[in-house]
C-alpha cells in the first residue's frame, strides 16, 4: 500500500496563528515573540496504523512525507517488582531501548530513534540538501543509524569528549559524516559548529526541539502508554536536557484530550536534572521564565561532572511560548535535582527489580519518582507512566559493534566559510 503524506497544519503557540508547512517550517515567520509551532492533525482521534510497522504505526500523529526501514516503537507495560519495591499500585514503564524479552528493538538503545524516524521521514524522498543534526551523545547515534539505513545525507555534530558513544551494530553508511568539536568543549559549542555549517545553502539545520517532527515523535512514547493503559496517566517523569521530550508529552496530551475517549486529564509533567548541570532546575525553582545565568565556563565544568551526559542543554527550550516552563505551569509539574549518586543507587535497583541495564538519564527519572512520592507531588494509587529513555546497552552489544570516528576535529571558533569548505570536502571524496 503506498503510504499517503500526513496531512496537518501548523499553529503558532504563542499566537494561535495557523499557518501551512513550506516543507520544512520551524517557526512562524510572523511571530512577535518567540514562540514553538504546534502541528494541528486533520485526524483527531488517536488511530494507531495498523497497515504500518514499527514507530509508523502513529504515523496518523508523526508530520511526515513517507515511512523508513527498520523503525520500532516504545514499549509499555505495567511493572510488578519496581512498583511493588516503591509501594505503587498502577506504575507503568514505557521503554524505549533494547530488550528483546520484552519487545523493545531499538538497536541503538535510546528513545532518541522516536525522533529520527519521525523527523526523517518528514523529508522527501529525493530531497537534494544535507541535514545537519548537533548532538551531545543518543540522538548522535539515533539519527546515524537511521540516515545510514536509509541512505539519506547527513553532518552529525558532537563534543569530541562524546565520541564513545557513537557505536553501531554494523558499519555506517558513507553517506554519514561525524564532525566533533575539540576536547574540552561541550554541546553548546557542537550546536555552534552545526550553525555555521548551515550557513551554506548545501546544508539544512533539523532544528532540535524546533521542529514538529522531532517533538511529535517523540510524543509516541505518550500514545504507546495510553494504548496500553487505557487512559491519561496522572503523572508522567523523564530526565531531561533540553526538555523537548516533556514538551512533547504534553502536545499529545492536550490531542488526546481533543480525541475525548482517554479522558480530560492533564498529566502532571515531572522532569529531572543530574546536579551539578541543574540550569532548568535553578531556574525553575526561582520560578523564573528566564534561565538563570549560567556561563560557559560552569557549563563545560559541569558537564564533565555529571554521569546523565546526555542532560547537558545550556540552551534549552525553556522560556519562549510552548517551552519547557509553560508545560510545568500548565500541569502543576515540577524539577527534580538527582545526585550522580543516586542515579548509580538506581541504575542498581532498576536492574535488580527489571531484569535489564538503563542509561543514568533514565536513572534520574526513576530516581524522581521516588523523590515525588517522598514528598507527597503524587499518590501510591495514581497511574504513573516513567518516560524510561534508554538501556539494554549490554544485550545490544552482547553480538559486537563497530565505533566510528569522527572524520574531523573543528573548532567553532573557526569562520563559517572554512567549516563549511572543510565539511563539503568530506562529501567529495
Known sequence: MKFEPTKY???NVGTGRMLEDEGWTLADPQAPAPSLVRAVYETKQFTPREDLDGLYRYANWLPIQRTLKN????????????????????LYITFSGYNPKIGALMSTCA??????????????????????VQSAGNTARAFAKVCSDNKIPIVICIPEDNKHDMWFLKKLNKCVKIVATPAGSDYFDAITLGEKICSDPMFIAEGGAKNVARRDGMGTTVLSAVETIGRIPDAYFQAVGSGTGAIAAYENNLRLIEDGRYGDKKMKIFVSQNAPFTLMYDSWKA????????????????SEVILAKVLSNRKPPYSLAGGLYDVLKDTDGDVYSITNDEIVQWILRFFQEEGYDIFPAAATAVASVAKALADGKIKKSDTVMINVTGGGILAAKSEGYVEAEPALVLSPDLPADVIVKKVKELFNK
Do not use: G, I, W
Request: with cysteine; aromatic share 10%.
Open 111 to 132: 528513545f532518541k530513534e522516536t525522533e529520527a524516524y519521525s523527523v526523517c521521514a518528514r523529508l522527501p524522498k529525493n530531497f537534494d540538501r544535507v541535514l545537519v
Open 287 to 302: 520560578d523564573s521564565r528566564p534561565l538563570v545565568d549560567y556561563t560557559p565556563e560552569q557549563s563545560r565544568r559541569d
Open 9 to 11: 497544519q501548523l499553529m
Open 71 to 90: 523503525s520500532h516503537a516504545p514499549v509499555t507495560y505495567k511493572s510488578r517488582k519496581l512498583a511493588k519495591f516503591l509501594d505503587m499500585d498502577n
